[in-house]
């Protein structure tokens, strides 16, 4: 698995709200990233089954199925992968408990690129779990 250092990460980012992807997206790749966006869950789970991601982004609150369903569900079919989920309130997953489990990070909303750089090193900094 590549670090934030080498080359840039594969990153997927999934947002229902395709401003804010799109500004995600625009921010990561400055830094020297690829990156594949999608606007549901449902959608990152095809993009997930046919590419290699070092890392997913996802927002929290989406339609449908959301981002703590879509960690578990990623979590399932591979186990090491990191992801960060960003969320308006920090609060409410706290409330949500197991909901979340598949989250390696969690960012609050909004957030700073220093504050996406610094989840992303940490996240990345783990060892891999496959």
Do not use: C, W
């Not at 949500?96 to 960012?107: E, N, R, W």
Request: no cysteine; charged share 20%.
């Amino acid at each position: 698995m590549k670090t934030q250092g080498s080359h840039g990460l594969q990153i997927l980012v999934v947002d229902d709200e395709t401003t804010v992807s799109r500004a995600i997206k625009m921010l990561l790749e400055h830094e020297g990233h690829t990156v594949q966006t999608a606007d549901s869950a449902e959608t990152a789970l095809s993009l997930y089954a046919a590419s290699r991601f070092d890392l997913v982004i996802t927002d929290y609150s989406m339609g449908g199925m959301d981002g703590g369903q879509l960690a578990v569900r990623i979590k399932e079919l591979r186990p090491g992968q990191p992801i960060i989920m960003a969320t308006a309130s920090v609060y409410n997953l706290d409330v949500l408990g197991p909901k979340s489990g598949g989250v390696d990070f969690l960012l609050n909303k909004p957030f700073t690129l220093a504050e996406l750089r610094d989840a992303i090193a940490r996240v990345m900094s783990r060892p891999p779990v496959n």
